[in-house]
């Protein structure tokens, strides 16, 4: 009776460790979702807004298709990102360094949609546009939140600062063309 209850435990045991190993991500899935999704959609979107508004409405749609893109990568990477819990030093910094190289395309986008605001609103299409920033403001503080309490403690005040820096380009765009509504 007892070798069979054994068996039973080391089977359960086997099983759940098995589910666990499927269902569970792990840093590299993150650092994919970074540096294979995230930054060459970030990249992306840059490129196309930098083509605006000499790409007219078809440049628009572009556009709203590469900003869902990236929403839902970020939704994604987020998903990921609590399924892997807690990232080691080392994970931890590589990943920050992977986002903090993406920071200055990040930042670019939201410069260049701020200079593009006369272009949109003679597209009628400056509320559209903040409706677009405030969708992915949400998305990528809800990234960034999710990184900094994956971090180990030592490493958080880095992803502060990255959400820091990455929120005040938004709030700085978002209030740009918030100003007009």
Do not use: C, H
């Amino acid at each position: 009776m007892v070798a069979i209850t054994k068996v039973l435990w080391l089977a359960l045991t086997a099983t759940v460790t098995t589910a666990t190993a499927i269902v569970r991500r792990d840093v590299i899935t993150v650092q994919n979702d970074i540096t294979q999704k995230m930054g060459p959609g970030w990249f992306t979107l840059n490129q196309d807004l930098t083509g605006f508004p000499s790409s007219g409405f078809a440049g628009a749609i572009t556009i709203r298709n590469d900003i869902a893109t990236l929403v839902s990568i970020l939704e994604t990477t987020v998903s990921d990102i609590k399924s892997t819990g807690s990232f080691s030093t080392v994970a931890g910094t590589t990943i920050l360094a992977d986002i903090q190289l993406q920071v200055p395309t990040m930042l670019a986008s939201l410069v260049t949609v701020g200079a593009q605001k006369p272009d949109w609103e003679a597209m009628q299409g400056a509320s559209w546009i903040l409706t677009q920033l405030e969708s992915m403001n949400i998305a990528t503080s809800n990234f960034m939140d999710a990184i900094i309490a994956a971090e180990p403690l030592l490493l958080k005040p880095g992803g502060l600062a990255l959400k820091a820096e990455i929120t005040g380009a938004f709030d700085t765009a978002i209030n740009y063309y918030g100003a007009s509504q």
